[in-house]
């Protein structure tokens, strides 16, 4: 379990590594839309090669590091994981929805801030399930065996990871990041680059988490509205409306069983 491990942060580094140095490796053998620079073609075989010495190729390299090198390559790829799990995963939709929810029912710090992103980790690990089989039966496990190079492990983990954020992305998103760029026309969806595909992916998240926000707001909009109404009808305008209306947010949250409901719901809008 602790070698797959290793070897699950090795390709998240390298995959991090590779995103922002190199083209998809994937769109490899596609023909470009557009003719492309000269020093762009050169730039994966070097980073194929530096990755190869950095991680000390299982699969050929001529002199692996030692342990204690390995590990501290390890623990500096750690620190760039954060950025992978927000940026790459569905951690930024659930994490806002449930943020909303809690200013929704009123609650400042109730479920607190360790529960919400614990909710959302451990939700996103569910979610993202298929995809992480999908690079550990690909990618890693031929890595550990050495039967593909570094080079090969990026291009295996980097399809599934590619999917997933293309499938969540909206098109427009893309076209407006691309038009930023000044990329040639992407003839094929599968073909759009991670430097495109990441800040689109995103954009569509945080525009997805604020339209299931907004909804979840209206029914205790209403609560608030009517407990405000009834307040003012019977002169208490003193009382503040939000503490008496806390009681039957949370009372109609729970008879709805509000939280399956938000995480089942969640859950689905990656399924579609």
Known sequence: MIAWAKHFALVLGALALALFLVAPAFAQGVAPAAPIAAPAPAATPGMGDAVDRALGDLGGGDAPLSLSLQVLIIMGLLSVLPGILLMMTSFTRIIIVLSVLRQALGL?????????????????????????????????????????????????????????????????????????????????????????????????????????????????????????????????????????????????FVLVDGWALT?????????S
């Open 108 to 252: 400042q710090q109730t479920p607190p801030n360790q529960v919400l992103v614990g909710l959302s980790l451990f939700l996103s690990f569910f979610i993202m399930a298929p995809t992480i089989s999908e690079m550990n039966t690909t990618a890693i496990k031929p890595y550990a065996e050495g039967r593909i190079g570094a080079t090969q492990m990026i291009e295996q983990a980097g399809k599934p990871l590619h999917a997933f954020m293309l499938k969540q992305t909206r098109v427009k998103d893309i076209t407006m990041f691309a038009n930023i760029a000044k990329a040639p026309p992407i003839a094929n969806p599968g073909d759009t680059p991670f430097s495109i595909l990441l800040p689109a992916f995103v954009t569509s998240e945080l525009k997805t988490a604020f339209q299931i926000g907004f909804l979840i707001f209206l029914p205790f909009i209403v609560i608030d509205l009517i407990v405000a109404t009834v307040l003012m009808s019977l002169g208490m305008m003193m009382m503040s409306p939000t503490i008496i209306a806390l009681p039957f947010k949370l009372l109609l």
């Open 263 to 271: 995480m089942g719901s969640l859950a689905s809008s990656f399924a």
